[in-house]
């Protein structure tokens, strides 16, 4: 059974960082892409970033282009989410997702539970 | 980026109904739909891919249809289980967007 389990999330200042974690279970991790959804209490879902199955290929929303980067270790079978210069609009749930392919192909057949992000003085 | 627009936002029916949600692209995206639900408080669950395909496990009441720019999600008896939020999302193209989400809740 795959399993998706998120840690890291907490409240954090404006303009400071975080580091959000996802450990693998159940599945060849190295065999797929693995992408960072997230959703802002009580409201919709928004993709955040993807990573390939070997990094290759990586990309961002626009929204947080330059201050996230994502990251894996297939040794460890764990994603990363590094957030930095976090603004309040960050605040959300981030989900830990699978995609079906190796390379991405944007269908999130598995999902973390979430790990909340408060950004806030 | 590509918009999706699900209607209604919200829809009230009962046990044993048949209900469909409408999902609609900004522009064409073949057949790059998915379906999800979200129960309150989890994680969202792939429920369709590819406009009609049934993610593993899925009940059969479910199903989907449409093309280009045009979609549907059909529940063809709904369930107590079935009382939750649904969300489109297109994969043609990045960023992957999702719909507002349509909320189902008991008559």
């Known amino acids: 059974e795959v399993q998706l389990e998120e840690s890291g999330g907490g409240l954090v200042q404006p303009g400071r960082s975080l580091r959000v974690s996802c450990a693998a279970s159940?599945?060849?991790?190295?065999?797929?892409?693995m992408h960072w959804v997230r959703q802002a209490p009580g409201k919709g879902l928004e993709w955040v970033s993807r990573?390939?199955?070997?990094?290759?290929?990586?990309l961002y929303a626009d929204s947080v282009k330059g201050r996230f980067t994502i990251s894996r270790d297939n040794a460890k079978n764990s994603l990363y989410l590094q957030m930095n210069s976090l603004r309040p609009e960050d605040t959300a749930f981030y989900y830990c997702?699978?995609?079906?392919?190796?390379?991405?192909?944007?269908?999130?057949?598995?999902w973390g539970q979430g790990t909340l992000v408060t950004v806030s003085s | 980026d590509i918009q999706m627009t699900q209607s209604p936002s919200s829809l009230s029916a009962s046990v044993g109904d048949r209900v469909t949600i409408t999902c609609r692209a900004s522009?064409?995206?073949?057949?790059?739909l998915n379906w999800y639900h979200q129960k309150p408080g989890k994680a969202p669950k792939l429920l369709i891919y590819?406009?009609?395909s049934l993610q593993s496990g899925v009940p059969s009441r479910f199903s989907g249809s449409g093309s280009g720019t045009d979609f549907t999600l059909t529940i063809s008896s709904l369930q107590p289980e079935d009382f939750v939020v649904y969300y489109c999302?297109?994969?043609?193209?990045?960023?992957?967007?999702f719909g507002q989400g349509t909320k189902l809740d008991i008559k």
């Open positions: 590819a406009v009609s």
């Open positions: 999302q297109q994969s043609y193209s990045t960023p992957p967007t």
């Open positions: 159940g599945f060849t991790f190295n065999d797929y892409a």
């Open positions: 997702t699978k995609d079906r392919s190796a390379a991405g192909l944007y269908y999130f057949d598995s």
């Open positions: 990573i390939s199955w070997n990094s290759g290929l990586i």
């Open positions: 522009q064409s995206i073949g057949t790059y």
